[in-house]
């Protein structure tokens, strides 16, 4: 009999649903009456960066770099056929991804989610590889891949991971290369499934008008119960500093593109930490505060602008990215700008303000279906609250946010990625 435990927040009103399924598996249903569309994702702590890894105790295994995005690619190839075949029939509109730390399928519908439903629980667990089907998906994977080199922003990116990391595979592209996938076998991919695709490994997170009955119908029918295992992923020491603060690469791109990237020491990120974070990269990216307006006053920026704290199994770092005349110029005045706030301190008033507009979205995201479930998978992975993150921002003090300030930031371990435009 599985457990259904309910959650609710004092502060907002709302409710969910945790279940606990006999089969191993953490569901979480968050009810939204009279909404019309419906969203379910299914996933897995398996991303690009765990390509070492141990199963209770036992040998390490290393697999190569891209397996973790080859086999999301490959569990929509059923032996009776395509699954996105079978959502085109339902009306559902079926996707899925692979980021650093982990893979995830998922749907969203309006009607018949049911049969749509029923589709996502039963290839998710029926892995379909052989030799053929292996090596077709090698070409394909291979353009993606070739597609991926010719994107500026994606470039930008993984030059920085690479001047960032020297060891950690966050630096190595979340597809592989055309050489790494050319070493998968349909053996690979299975050791990695019944690795990583274990329910206990896994969570199912759906959103929407519907009930613990309408879920628990269709899981119960489909999920196959799981001996829970100790998985263990490795990753080699990787030193603070940075291996290189500058990198270029000339690329055909009208504007010049950054990104901006501080550094940080691995560790495990808590959830009032992450709170203090939010309200900081407010600060550090709104239109309301002053650096950014400082840089588009300079016409150092233009609206895609951005920032993001990133984070996960063995990195930390702040990366700021966007389109400038003069990257070289924007980074000096974003890193003035932070020793010069760390320096001082943030101001009650810009604290108050950040803090109303980061606990103003994250109210407004309960009103998203797909925001919701993405949200609820975050906060399982990262052993977090998504109610109770709310309540730490909330509850946030100005006296936080300037200690944590003070303990970000290292000007001495910045990388600056830059793409010119290539006039030839």
């Known amino acids: 009999m599985s457990n259904v435990i309910e959650v609710k927040s004092v502060r907002t009103g709302d409710m969910y649903y945790k279940i606990e399924h006999d089969s191993g598996l953490a569901i979480y249903l968050y009810p939204k009456k009279d909404y019309n569309s419906k969203y379910a994702i299914f996933g897995t702590h398996f991303g690009s960066v765990n390509n070492a890894f141990s199963l209770d105790g036992g040998d390490v295994k290393k697999v190569p770099d891209g397996i973790a995005h080859y086999l999301e690619h490959k569990m929509f190839e059923c032996e009776d056929g395509?699954?996105?075949?079978?959502?085109?029939?339902?009306?559902?509109n079926a996707n899925a991804y692979t980021s650093f730390n982990k893979t995830c399928y998922l749907f969203s519908c309006t009607e018949n989610f049911d049969e749509s439903f029923d589709i996502l629980l039963d290839f998710v667990q029926r892995p379909y590889f052989t030799e053929e089907t292996v090596a077709k998906e090698q070409g394909i994977i291979g353009q993606e891949i070739r597609m991926y080199d010719d994107s500026a922003e994606w470039v930008v990116m993984f030059n920085l991971l690479k001047s960032m990391y020297k060891s950690h595979p966050v630096q190595l592209d979340i597809a592989g290369t055309v050489e790494s996938i050319a070493e998968i076998t349909p053996e690979l991919l299975y050791d990695c499934y019944y690795t990583y695709y274990n329910l206990n490994n896994m969570v199912l997170c759906v959103s929407g008008d519907l009930s613990v009955e309408d879920v628990l119908k269709t899981a119960d029918k489909k999920l196959k119960k799981c001996e829970k295992h100790d998985i263990k992923s490795y990753f080699k020491d990787e030193p603070y500093e940075v291996c290189s603060h500058y990198i270029e690469q000339k690329f055909p791109v009208s504007v010049p593109l950054f990104n901006f990237g501080y550094k940080e020491k691995a560790h495990k990120v808590s959830q009032k930490e992450s709170a203090e974070?939010?309200?900081i990269m407010t600060v550090l990216t709104s239109p309301s505060f002053e650096l950014y307006n400082k840089l588009d006053e300079a016409k150092l920026i233009n609206q895609s602008f951005d920032a993001?704290?990133?984070?996960?199994?063995?990195?930390?770092?702040?990366?700021?990215?966007?389109e400038s005349r003069s990257p070289e110029e924007a980074a000096s005045v974003i890193k003035e700008f932070i020793e010069k706030l760390k320096a001082e301190g943030l101001s009650a008033e810009d604290f108050e303000i950040a803090k109303k507009e980061v606990y103003g979205d994250l109210v407004s995201s309960l009103n998203n279906v797909e925001a919701i479930a993405n949200a609820l998978v975050d906060a399982h992975f990262n052993e977090t609250d998504m109610f109770g993150f709310i309540d730490d921002v909330?509850?946030?003090?100005?006296?936080?946010?300037?200690l944590r300030l003070k303990n970000m930031f290292d000007t001495d371990n910045t990388v600056l990625s830059v793409i010119l435009p290539d006039k030839e």
């Open 82 to 92: 395509d699954a996105f075949a079978k959502y085109a029939k339902t009306g559902a």
């Open 277 to 279: 974070i939010d309200i």
């Open 308 to 322: 993001e704290y990133f984070d996960g199994q063995g990195y930390n770092s702040v990366i700021f990215s966007g």
């Open 394 to 402: 909330a509850d946030c003090t100005v006296e936080d946010v300037n």
